[in-house]
Structure formats: structure tokens, C-alpha cells
């Protein structure tokens, strides 16, 4: 593992400017949060004060970053349709969004009436979610550009959308939404704090993001930072990600200790990554038809990496068996030709768990190998 230290970088949770790099992981390709893939050259740093893991932001990320929203296509996969989440509350599969509001209403009950923004609002599936649950709520969203403006106007209680910086938004909120929002901003605890005057005395300030880069403690550590009092914070309401609820602080919050994460850990995750895409070349170069399972992140990360050795995807998902992906059909577990090989690229726990359920006469199913620390 080399690590290189980023003396003119300063970390996005803490503000310390002592970023060490693993070098490592440029030489690793990528993918977009809207499942696309992307070539290699990302710079993945840790924070030695506070242990928060994060891309440099650099001029190359910023040019980067800029030509992905351009041509952002949120839930291509099932044309634009939400994504569902396996969960174990829901019983099975169910709308992520559909998981979030019911975790908000059992952690902070909602009132008769009110007023949600959801800040980053995409095409709406918070929205109409949040719409069927709280009728008589007024309902606001916020996002980059109005090429959404259309499609949110179908949603019942739907009021304005706001397009401009956040100081433009000219009034209260009782609940602010960020649902995988918040690992999209370059200044985090900027953004954060400039919401305090959005929630007013009693306004709530919801945050969901993925455990990818944040973790529980850094995630508390920014939005503390920003003047916020953590009311609920966990990681067991949806599988791989963060939830947390705040609302903003009537005192000046004092620092919070910071939760150290040895740089070893974050080391053997990128090692990891390369061991887990060769043992996928093993497999499908052995194999007579070979697939990976997942046509989210992780599943487009690996179908980018290794190329034509893959010629199918599995997924779960109704809405996207059936379509094409990457050039590439999905089907579903039962749909997938006998004799085939089908990798499940998530983290090996999970990946096992998937494997064991689906393995069957018809294919193999392989999981990744363990992360070494």
C-alpha cells in the first residue's frame, strides 16, 4: 500500500488539511453514480485527523464531475423508474423511498400538515412517495437545473421547484431531504450549514447516503460541524447505507472526537478491489457463458473492467429484466441458461448470502474473495 500525503488539499468533513492518497487506486476503473462506466485515473484519499475517506477534488475531478452531470440519466436501467431495496423490514423488495419515509415516520412523526424540500430531487421518486403518505403536505424540490420541472408537476401537492443557489429559497421547511445527495457536494458542512436557516426552530434535516465513503462517525462528525444535533443515526434501516435524522443546534456544538480509521483498512478495500476483478477473469475466462449479478454500481463497475468476457446480466428487479444494459440483456435468476457462471460483486458477506440463495442446477454462482486486513 503507498500512501502520498496532499499538503494542499484540505478534508471536506473536518476542514485538517492532511489527506494521505492511496495511490493504488488510479490505476482502478470506475463507474458513475447513475451506473456508467468511467476510465481509471480517480484519486481516493483519508483524512488523518478525522479519518474520513474522499476523492481529491482537483481541476481533473472538477472537469470530471462536470461532464457526468451533463449527461446524468438517473434509474436508466429501469427507465427511470426508482430502484428497489431488499430489505428485511419490507419483507422483500420495496422503493428505496418508500423504506426512507417509513423509517422518518417511525423515528420523527409527522404532523397533519407541512412543508418537505428534497434537495436533489431527481425525477421525483422521494416526491411521490412522500406525496402518497403525507396528503396534505406542501411539497417542494431542488435540483441543478428545471429539466425535471415537467414531471414534478404531475405530483400531487407538488409547489415549486427551486433551481438558484440555496440562499435564494426564501422560506421554512418542517422536514429537508438529502437522499444521496450529500456524497454528490464538494463542501459538505458548507451546504449543511447553510440549511440551518432553512429548518427554522422545529425543522427536521434528513440525510441518507451510502456507507461507500461515508461512515456513521463522519457523517455525525460534518453534519456537527454545521450546527447540527444528531436526533437518530444508524446504519440498520436500510443495507449499506447511512440514515440520519437532526435538526439544528439552539447552541454552538463543540467538536466531536474524531473515530480514527487506519489507513491499513482503507489499503486492503482498494487491494481488494483488484483481487476481486481477478478472480472474476479467472472464472469467465473458464467458463462457457459468464454474468455478473447487479446492473447498479457495483455490477457496471466490474462489467466495465472486464470487458466482452461478459455476456449477460442477472438482476431481481422486474423492472429491468428484461431490457438491456451495457449491450448486454438482463434477465432474471430463473432466465439465466444452464451451465452458466454468474459473479455477484458486492461485499463478500453479502455476496455469499446471495450466492447461496440463488446457486442452483441452472448456474454457479461465485462470490468475491474475503478482504484481507
Same mark, same amino acid.
Given at each position: 500500500?503507498? &500512501?502520498? &500525503?496532499?499538503?494542499?488539499?484540505?478534508?471536506?468533513?473536518?476542514?485538517?488539511?492532511?489527506?494521505?492518497?492511496?495511490?493504488?487506486? /488510479?490505476?482502478?476503473?470506475?463507474?458513475? *453514480?447513475?451506473?456508467?462506466? $468511467?476510465?481509471?485515473?480517480?484519486?481516493? *484519499?483519508?483524512?488523518?485527523?478525522?479519518?474520513?475517506?474522499?476523492?481529491?477534488?482537483?481541476?481533473?475531478?472538477?472537469? %470530471?464531475?462536470?461532464?457526468?452531470?451533463?449527461?446524468?440519466?438517473?434509474?436508466?436501467?429501469?427507465?427511470? =423508474?426508482?430502484?428497489?431495496?431488499?430489505?428485511?423490514?419490507?419483507?422483500?423488495?420495496?422503493?428505496?423511498?418508500?423504506?426512507?419515509?417509513?423509517? !422518518?415516520?417511525?423515528?420523527?412523526?409527522?404532523?397533519?400538515?407541512?412543508?418537505?424540500?428534497?434537495?436533489?430531487? @431527481?425525477?421525483?421518486?422521494?416526491?411521490?412517495?412522500?406525496?402518497?403518505?403525507?396528503?396534505? $403536505?406542501?411539497?417542494?424540490?431542488?435540483?441543478?437545473?428545471?429539466?425535471?420541472?415537467?414531471?414534478?408537476?404531475?405530483?400531487?401537492?407538488?409547489? %415549486?421547484?427551486?433551481?438558484? #443557489?440555496?440562499?435564494?429559497?426564501?422560506?421554512?421547511?418542517?422536514?429537508?431531504?438529502?437522499?444521496?445527495?450529500? #456524497?454528490? &457536494?464538494? %463542501?459538505?458542512?458548507?451546504?449543511?450549514?447553510?440549511?440551518?436557516?432553512?429548518?427554522?426552530?422545529?425543522?427536521?434535516?434528513?440525510?441518507?447516503?451510502?456507507?461507500?465513503?461515508?461512515?456513521? #462517525?463522519?457523517?455525525? /462528525?460534518?453534519?456537527?460541524?454545521?450546527?447540527?444535533?444528531?436526533?437518530? @443515526?444508524? +446504519? =440498520?434501516?436500510?443495507?449499506?447505507?447511512?440514515?440520519?435524522?437532526?435538526?439544528? +443546534?439552539?447552541?454552538?456544538?463543540?467538536?466531536?472526537?474524531?473515530?480514527?480509521?487506519?489507513?491499513?483498512?482503507?489499503?486492503?478495500?482498494?487491494? $481488494?478491489?483488484?483481487?476481486?476483478?481477478?478472480?472474476? /477473469?479467472?472464472?469467465?475466462?473458464?467458463?462457457?457463458?459468464?454474468?455478473?449479478?447487479?446492473?447498479? !454500481? *457495483?455490477?457496471? $463497475?466490474?462489467?466495465?473492467?472486464?470487458?466482452?468476457?461478459?455476456?449477460?446480466?442477472?438482476? %431481481?428487479?422486474?423492472?429491468?429484466?428484461?431490457?438491456?444494459?451495457?449491450?448486454?440483456?438482463?434477465?432474471?435468476?430463473?432466465?439465466?441458461?444452464? +451451465?452458466?457462471?454468474?459473479?455477484?460483486?458486492?461485499?463478500?458477506?453479502?455476496?455469499?448470502?446471495?450466492?447461496? /440463495?440463488?446457486? @442452483?442446477?441452472?448456474?454457479?454462482?461465485?462470490?468475491?474473495?474475503?478482504?484481507?486486513?
Amino acid at each position: 500500500m503507498t &500512501v502520498s &500525503v496532499q499538503s494542499d488539499c484540505r478534508c471536506q468533513v473536518c476542514g485538517a488539511g492532511s489527506l494521505r492518497e492511496f495511490s493504488a487506486f /488510479r490505476t482502478l476503473p470506475r463507474v458513475t *453514480s447513475d451506473a456508467f462506466c $468511467w476510465p481509471a485515473g480517480g484519486r481516493l *484519499s483519508i483524512c488523518a485527523e478525522c479519518g474520513a475517506v474522499q476523492k481529491i477534488v482537483d481541476a481533473e475531478w472538477r472537469n %470530471e464531475i462536470a461532464e457526468i452531470y451533463k449527461h446524468y440519466k438517473i434509474y436508466h436501467q429501469s427507465a427511470g =423508474a426508482e430502484q428497489p431495496i431488499f430489505s428485511a423490514r419490507a419483507g422483500g423488495p420495496a422503493p428505496r423511498s418508500v423504506l426512507i419515509a417509513e423509517f !422518518i415516520d417511525d423515528a420523527e412523526p409527522p404532523g397533519e400538515t407541512g412543508a418537505l424540500l428534497d434537495f436533489g430531487c @431527481g425525477n421525483g421518486a422521494a416526491l411521490r412517495t412522500f406525496s402518497k403518505r403525507r396528503p396534505r $403536505w406542501r411539497l417542494y424540490g431542488c435540483e441543478q437545473s428545471d429539466a425535471v420541472r415537467d414531471q414534478l408537476k404531475q405530483i400531487d401537492n407538488f409547489v %415549486e421547484l427551486f433551481t438558484g #443557489e440555496i440562499s435564494t429559497i426564501d422560506r421554512t421547511f418542517d422536514l429537508v431531504t438529502l437522499i444521496h445527495s450529500l #456524497e454528490h &457536494v464538494i %463542501e459538505p458542512a458548507e451546504l449543511l450549514s447553510a440549511m440551518r436557516r432553512l429548518l427554522g426552530d422545529a425543522g427536521r434535516l434528513f440525510i441518507e447516503v451510502h456507507l461507500t465513503h461515508f461512515t456513521l #462517525e463522519t457523517l455525525c /462528525r460534518v453534519t456537527r460541524r454545521a450546527g447540527h444535533e444528531t436526533l437518530v @443515526g444508524t +446504519a =440498520a434501516a436500510l443495507p449499506k447505507e447511512l440514515s440520519w435524522i437532526g435538526k439544528s +443546534a439552539r447552541r454552538p456544538m463543540e467538536a466531536a472526537a474524531a473515530a480514527a480509521i487506519p489507513a491499513q483498512a482503507i489499503g486492503a478495500q482498494v487491494a $481488494w478491489l483488484e483481487a476481486q476483478l481477478q478472480d472474476a /477473469r479467472r472464472i469467465a475466462h473458464a467458463s462457457p457463458k459468464f454474468g455478473i449479478f447487479g446492473t447498479s !454500481i *457495483s455490477g457496471t $463497475w466490474m462489467a466495465g473492467a472486464l470487458g466482452d468476457v461478459v455476456t449477460f446480466f442477472v438482476d %431481481e428487479d422486474p423492472g429491468r429484466v428484461g431490457r438491456e444494459h451495457m449491450g448486454r440483456r438482463i434477465v432474471a435468476p430463473e432466465g439465466v441458461t444452464a +451451465a452458466s457462471d454468474v459473479y455477484v460483486p458486492l461485499a463478500p458477506r453479502v455476496a455469499s448470502a446471495v450466492a447461496a /440463495r440463488l446457486q @442452483g442446477a441452472r448456474a454457479r454462482y461465485h462470490a468475491p474473495p474475503d478482504i484481507s486486513s
